[in-house]
């Protein structure tokens, strides 16, 4: 499936990064995530056919007028045009993407047997950096079937240092003999 609003976000990347405003979009995307977050119809809305472009670009001028930069404002207006409002969300996230690859940040997702405290996060943070050579953003999901332990999932790789991997492992190398 073609990402419709991968564009936008480069669009909005690009923009911000000649007005040195790539974190203010990103705050302002997180606005929108609220405001989506807190009124799940409106995606529906957004996306209805029906309903026409000048009608959604009014809404969302008087949701985020005041709440949002200038620039997102305008952002807004050209999404409604072209009848992607209903992809604020994907481009949110497309353009957090971008930006992290723009700035060399790498997403690692941690999962955890059990919650890590703040001291572990900053350690295994720390650890992930020199590893990978780079900065990361670290994404934690809890998973109690790992038993005890961890499994670091990178863009090309993963670490499986959890109890179940190892019960995995075990059961692999009984069964193969």
């Known amino acids: 499936m073609v990402d419709k609003a991968l564009p936008y976000a480069q669009a909005l990347l690009s923009i ?41 670009e009014d809404l969302l001028m008087k949701i985020f007028d005041g709440n949002v930069s200038a620039d997102f404002l305008d952002f807004l207006k050209i999404v409604c045009r072209h009848h992607q409002a209903g992809n604020l969300e994907v481009m949110g996230k497309d353009y957090s993407e971008l930006l992290d690859e723009s700035r ?47 499994r670091i999932r990178t863009e090309n790789s993963t670490m499986d240092a959890s109890y179940r991997g190892l019960l995995d492992k075990m059961k692999e190398q009984l069964l193969a003999s």
């Not at 979009?25 to 929108?32: C, G, N, R």
């Not at 119809?41 to 029906?50: A, F, I, Q, R, T």
């Open 104 to 150: 060399h940040i790498q997403t690692v997702r941690v999962e955890s047997a059990s919650v890590l405290d703040d001291d572990q996060k900053a350690r295994l943070k720390d650890a992930l950096e020199k590893k990978l050579g780079g900065q990361v953003r670290l994404n934690f999901e809890i998973d109690p079937s790992l038993i005890a332990g961890m």
């Open 16 to 56: 911000g990064a000649d007005k040195g405003l790539e974190d203010v979009f990103v705050t302002d995307f997180q606005s929108v995530d609220e405001v989506f977050d807190a009124n799940p119809e409106l995606k529906s809305w957004l996306n209805h056919p029906g309903i026409s472009a000048k009608e959604k």
